[in-house]
């Protein structure tokens, strides 16, 4: 009987399905995918005992039936973090003539809702693999990371049978020795009852009231005092109760609690944190309040259920411990991108003045704080923040112009009549306006930088937003 891949085969790549015949011959024809439940064994001491240099006998040195070389499968031997990550889920066995068939099902890589793969292995029982198919893309190369994984999978169960305890195998009865003393008889003859008569435990009788209240009398003689004498008279009503503080209101009395800062404390937070995710003041003050970068998270998640991952990072900002590329791009060429934008704004404005700044914090809204990357100034145009933006996209696939930014789609902006602007639905315009209104300044410069590109809109308040 023939499966349903093996037809499959036969329409699609009658070449592969000749091969597939050619390699049940080892087993008198018998299709694996054709075995039933019933038919398949699961029993450890059934597998073969593949070894590691097995494996590597056959993903590499075995001649391909197609190319006629070996076939070096490398990749597949890294198959073995499949079996570590728990995809093969299902392996099974079928002893045919000298041949033991391996039968198992292995989740996808990156799909694992995926309908599993069902992969066989044919080798002997000392652990020479002869031949393997799997239903995976390139299963038919019999050299694919599902059969690796199988088979590092049989490599596990052989290795761990070497140091077994008695609960990782099949129940083995303890041969008991002979005893003289005791006789061999029939069930019905044999005496159940104990072989003794037990103690029984002697009845305590309860004590009565005029006994406990001698007792309570004596402790008390001695200078201290008993739970029981709370509940107890004479003493209950004797004894002065210990808590006589009011309890306090609850806490909705607070609700419309209104905390500040006072300008002095909001300067020395602004100087402590200069030096940012450098200094650990930077992350105490930001803790717990909604900074610009998240602003628009903050407006957009629910008010009855929040996201959680929000929280956490409102609540808990932490240095990253390895930081991603994206982000070292930007730190790294934060400064010429500072230095270009300079030399663009002294050719029109007088007195320019450029300075790092740190945390501002709103001391009407202190649960509000703004790090611009810089606070600039000059006589025409007073005083207002910088922010910058160096996208690791741009630099990695290679983008020359604007236009070509447009056309990306993860740009932050549009064209609108005419004229390139940041995108006023985009994270990057709540930001910019939430350090216009926290640091009250008169506006932002938002500035994209590549070594390519150079991208400046002067952003004003949105009284509106």
């Known amino acids: 009987m023939n499966s349903e891949n093996l037809h499959k085969l036969l329409v699609e790549t009658p070449d592969v399905d000749e091969r597939y015949k050619m390699k049940t011959k080892l087993i008198n024809d018998v299709d694996p995918y054709t075995l039933k439940d019933g038919e398949l064994s699961l029993i450890v001491d059934d597998l073969p005992k593949i070894e590691f240099v097995d494996i590597m006998a056959y993903l590499v040195f075995t001649h391909s039936f197609y190319t006629k070389e070996q076939i070096k499968a490398y990749k597949s031997l890294q198959s073995y973090k499949y079996f570590e990550s728990g995809f093969v889920i299902k392996l099974c066995t079928k002893i045919i003539n000298d041949f033991v068939v391996l039968l198992g099902k292995v989740k996808h890589s990156q799909r694992a809702n995926a309908k599993p793969l069902e992969t066989w292995v044919i080798a002997n029982k000392h652990g020479n693999v002869s031949t393997a198919h799997c239903t995976?893309?390139?299963?038919?190369?019999?050299?694919?990371?599902?059969?690796?994984?199988?088979?590092?999978?049989?490599?596990?169960?052989?290795?761990?049978?070497?140091?077994?305890?008695?609960?990782?195998?099949?129940?083995?009865?303890?041969?008991p020795s002979l005893s003289t003393t005791v006789p061999v008889v029939p069930v019905r003859d044999m005496n159940w009852g104990l072989p003794f008569i037990a103690q029984q435990p002697q009845e305590i009788q309860a004590g009565t009231k005029n006994e406990l209240i001698t007792i309570l009398h004596k402790v008390s003689a001695l200078g201290h005092t008993s739970a029981l004498m709370r509940i107890v008279e004479p003493f209950a009503s004797k004894?002065?109760?210990t808590n006589?503080?009011?309890?306090?209101?609850?806490?909705w009395k607070y609700q419309n609690l209104c905390y500040t800062i006072t300008y002095e404390e909001k300067v020395a937070v602004e100087v402590s944190t200069r030096r940012q995710a450098e200094c650990s003041d930077w992350f105490k003050q930001r803790a717990g309040r909604i900074t610009a970068s998240k602003f628009r998270a903050v407006c957009k998640t629910g008010l009855i259920?929040?996201?959680?991952?929000?929280?956490?990072?409102?609540?808990?900002?932490?240095?990253?411990?390895h930081c991603p590329k994206p982000i070292l791009w930007g730190v790294t060429n934060e400064n010429n991108?500072?230095?270009?934008?300079?030399?663009?704004?002294?050719?029109?404005?007088?007195?320019?003045?450029?300075?790092d700044v740190g945390l501002i914090i709103s001391t009407k809204f202190p649960q509000f704080g703004v790090s611009p990357d810089r606070i600039v100034y000059c006589e025409c145009c007073l005083g207002g923040c910088l922010e910058i933006k160096c996208p690791y996209l741009l630099n990695f696939n290679n983008v020359t112009s604007i236009e070509q930014y447009l056309q990306m789609r993860s740009t932050c902006l549009l064209k609108s009549e005419g004229k390139v602007i940041l995108n006023r639905t985009h994270a990057y315009y709540y930001q910019v306006?939430?350090?216009?209104?926290?640091?009250?300044?008169l506006y932002c410069d938002f500035v994209i930088w590549s070594p390519n590109i150079f991208f400046k809109e002067r952003i004003l308040p949105n009284f509106e937003f």
Request: glycine share 4%.
């Open 244 to 251: 006589t503080v009011d309890l306090p209101t609850n806490l």
């Open 337 to 355: 991108a500072v230095e270009e934008y300079r030399k663009n704004m002294e050719v029109d404005h007088e007195e320019f003045i450029i300075n």
């Open 239 to 241: 004894l002065e109760a």
């Open 305 to 321: 259920k929040p996201a959680l991952s929000l929280i956490k990072a409102l609540c808990y900002p932490t240095k990253l411990q």
């Open 433 to 441: 306006q939430a350090q216009i209104f926290v640091s009250e300044l």
């Open 136 to 175: 995976c893309m390139a299963g038919s190369g019999e050299a694919c990371s599902h059969v690796g994984a199988i088979l590092f999978a049989v490599n596990y169960f052989n290795s761990r049978d070497e140091g077994m305890s008695s609960t990782d195998v099949q129940c083995r009865w303890i041969v």
